[in-house]
Nanobody
């Protein structure tokens, strides 16, 4: 069973940067589409970004376009989310999720993902 572990979260001031990592174990990540989601207190979980199994297709929520970049290193079994120009509204728990049913897809909806990590907290505040 695919296991995903997020890291890289923390506290940062507005305008700062963080890089989140999603490390996989149990299976090679090569066959999986990976998505990043976040959930702020009192709000529903929302899709942030996703990347197809080959890395050839990516997708971003409008709120993060131009600021966040998703990438993957299949040799390291890891997917990254580089977050720049962070805003207070980016605060939340960030989760990575994976699925191999649609390897060429890049979907921001949680319904397309069966495997989830435990999350890492990102706090953007002055």
């Amino acid at each position: 069973q695919l296991q995903l572990t997020e890291s890289g979260g923390g506290f940062v001031q507005p305008g700062g940067s963080l890089r989140l990592s999603c490390a996989a174990s149990g299976f090679t990540l090569h066959y999986y589409t990976i998505g990043w989601f976040r959930q702020a207190p009192g709000k529903e979980r929302e899709g942030v970004s996703c990347i197809s199994s080959s890395g050839g297709r990516t997708n971003y929520a409008d709120s993060v376009k131009g600021r966040f970049t998703i990438s993957r290193d299949n040799a390291k079994n890891t997917v990254y989310l580089q977050m720049n120009s962070l805003k207070p509204e980016d605060t939340g728990v960030y989760y990575c999720a994976g699925d191999r049913r649609f390897p060429s897809g890049a979907f921001l909806s949680s319904q397309f993902y069966n495997y989830w990590g435990q999350g890492t907290q990102v706090t953007v505040s002055s």
